[in-house]
């Protein structure tokens, strides 16, 4: 093909002219002397949104998939929240500590209205400080690689399962029902029940709360999977290693001898009356009271 100072729209459209007049892009490559896939190339990108083919006229896309370079070029586009407002740094605040969280449970954190919480996730969710699972319903948001850095937390897992996703979700759902009877109540990370020689099992969380002017403390044992009752006294009796990185010594401590309080939540209404049945049949000897309480699963994981 002879040297066409056209841009490469005018080009495509000369060839749509060709094509209308001869009937098939094989004619119009060998008129032009191109190869019939040139043709189809260019004749392609006709189809292109308006604003799109602007960006190709003037050389800033390319010819060749002009589509998929925008998609790569707004991937690599860096954060563009340079100062964040307030409910922003609540959002990110509030994900440093609780890693997951749905729209509704960050709002109520937040103590913000769902449409401030969701221009606030939508902003971040543009800058990439945000991640969200989409698959799961409601969407559940954690933190970016980005989104850490400004929070000075540890960068995110790469992948967690849903069952996973779904336990810390529910421990908001309780800490966040627990706020309304006793705002000081907060879940105690993993990493600091390590230092108290604690190393909870997947379902059991430490929970703080003040109460009449005393520090408290409870176990929270989360049941989403139809647990087994025997469960609760395992749990309860079990003796903790502390010959971990952040303690050493003897199998000297459990959550009976460490809590003043036992609340088990399970997602099933009716295995509420089992847990309910068990404690007061086989826990006679455990001195702290054990509550047993229904909690909604925030979405069916199957």
Known sequence: MKENKKNPIELATSLKALKDTHGTNGKVAKIMDISEAQVSRYIALLDLPPE???????????VTQPLKALKRRAKERKPTVSVLNHNQRLVI???????????????????????????????????????????????????????????????PRHWMSANAIHQRVLRNEIELAMRERNASATFMERTACWKMG????????????????????????IDDYLMDSKRIERSL??????????ASGDLVLAWKDVVDTIFVYTTDAKHKDHHEAFIDQQLGDISQPIVVRHIPAVWEVL
Do not use: C, W
């Open 93 to 155: 605040e509030t994900l440093a500590r609780t890693l997951y969280a749905t729209q509704s449970q960050l709002a109520r954190y937040a103590d913000k209205s769902v449409n401030a919480i969701r221009i606030a996730i939508n902003d971040l969710a543009d800058a990439r400080f945000l991640e969200s699972s989409k698959e799961l319903r409601p969407f559940v948001y954690r933190l970016s690689s980005h989104g850490t850095a400004i929070a000075g937390a540890p960068k």
């Open 52 to 62: 799109v083919q602007q960006q190709v006229a003037t050389g800033e896309l390319p």
């Open 237 to 246: 009796k079990r003796l903790h290693d502390k010959d971990k990185n952040y």
């Open 198 to 221: 604690l190393f909870p099992s997947v379902g059991e969380h430490l929970l703080t709360y003040s109460h009449q002017g005393r520090d408290q403390k409870a176990l929270v044992i």
